[in-house]
């Protein structure tokens, strides 16, 4: 943590005050509940694990497909924390196979479902097929599991958004706005609440994780010279999903207040101060083929070679955003978290864009033009520029 804050442009952490402010109402709801957490492996929901794990819940359930990454968050729990009186437990199964329906019949009922598992990358939005993944982990599954845990009258259901959700200008943005949604289409039937975020300091796949990839294997460094962000540490974004899931009213959407001036930041400022924290001076290429070429050359004086480009690709948006002027934002309840408020959405019309989507699967063909109409039934502000190149086809 210590040595992430300067990388982006902060030298205290988020949230901590807010947590303190609500420790006792925190602490009494998580230590008597039953916890399911859904993609609780990655990044994110590792981070979230372990807040919610340090407060001794009833029962922890971890769900997730990455098997050793399960592995990995039981192994940093045990030498981090220790043990608890409850049940604590990992499952490497998928939130959309016939294993999970068993398994949360048989062990549920759960009083909190926090769902982090999704899709994330813009690049994953460039073919069909890929695309419908995105829906069917961003959307389907949110709305499949949801309902079942309306059944078993569970307190909250918490699923994780994105900026990307706010005026959204790639599909993977338009996915999390839909989701979204659908949590706000069954909120009569269950509290919800979710959490737009900044990006979250290397974090698996994240540009900066990227960059430790990288030197670990002599590569240049190549990052976009015109798209800025705001960043939160990896246990920050554990402590905004809990506090959403645990003391969010239904419908809220909870996202950290940072600083336009102070925090934002683009890749390439991040990347220099990356290097220089590695003892390393940022060397300037004009191209990708001479930054592969200089590596060896700038390595033994301490240099290293980057690449920084504009951004050109589908979907790439140059500034973050988490609320637009139409959305109504609490900025009192807490110190560090704001808070966008809704209302409940349109059931009937969130089922038809979910049936057309099972739709298209059982019939088993669709273009993704298909599931571009279907979202943008849903996400009629969606501005989607296809510009026909992708971020894998960059270094």
Request: with cysteine; proline share 4%; net charge negative.
């Amino acid at each position: 943590m210590s040595d992430i804050l300067p990388l982006i442009g902060r030298e205290q952490e988020v949230f901590i005050k807010d947590i303190e402010n609500n420790s006792q109402e925190l602490n009494e709801l998580i230590k008597g509940s039953s916890i399911l957490v859904i993609g609780g492996a990655g990044s994110i929901g590792q981070a979230t694990v372990k807040e919610l794990f340090k407060r001794s819940p009833k029962k922890l359930y971890v769900v997730d497909l990455s098997e050793n990454n399960l592995a990995e968050l039981v192994r940093d729990i045990r030498s981090s924390i220790g043990y608890i009186e409850g049940d604590f437990k990992t499952f490497a199964i998928g939130s959309q196979s016939p294993e999970f329906g068993l398994f949360f019949s048989n062990e549920g009922p759960f009083d909190y479902i926090l769902n982090l598992s999704a899709l994330k990358h813009v690049r994953s939005e460039k073919d069909p097929y890929t695309l419908m993944r995105m829906i069917q982990v961003n959307n389907i599954s949110i709305a499949d599991t949801l309902k079942s845990a309306a059944v078993q009258s569970g307190r909250k259901y918490f699923a994780v958004s994105t900026d990307k959700a706010a005026n959204p200008v790639n599909l993977m943005g338009a996915t999390k706005r839909v989701m979204e949604k659908i949590l706000f289409a069954y909120s009569d039937k269950m509290n919800v609440s979710s959490a737009r975020f900044a990006n979250v300091a290397f974090s698996d796949g994240s540009l900066l994780h990227a960059f430790n990839m990288r030197i670990m294997k002599n590569q240049p460094i190549a990052a976009p010279s015109d798209v800025k962000r705001y960043f939160v540490t990896p246990e920050e974004s554990g402590r905004l999903c809990m506090m959403s899931a645990m003391l969010g009213d239904n419908r809220d959407i909870f996202f950290p207040q940072l600083d336009t001036e102070l925090h934002m930041l683009d890749f390439k400022s991040i990347a220099e101060r990356y290097l220089e924290n590695r003892g390393l001076e940022a060397y300037p290429c004009d191209s990708e083929e001479e930054a592969r070429q200089m590596v060896k050359s700038l390595k033994k004086v301490n240099k290293w070679p980057c690449y920084f480009s504009s951004s050109n690709t589908t979907g790439e948006k140059l500034y973050e955003e988490f609320f637009t002027p139409e959305e109504q934002v609490d900025g009192e309840r807490f110190s560090e978290i704001g808070i966008v408020k809704n209302i409940a959405q349109n059931r009937e019309l969130v089922e038809e864009y979910i049936n057309s989507i099972k739709s298209l699967v059982r019939a088993g063909k669709w273009s993704k033009q298909d599931l571009i109409s279907k979202i943008e039934l849903l996400v009629p502000e969606l501005i989607h520029e296809e510009k026909g190149f992708y971020l894998d086809g960059k270094m």
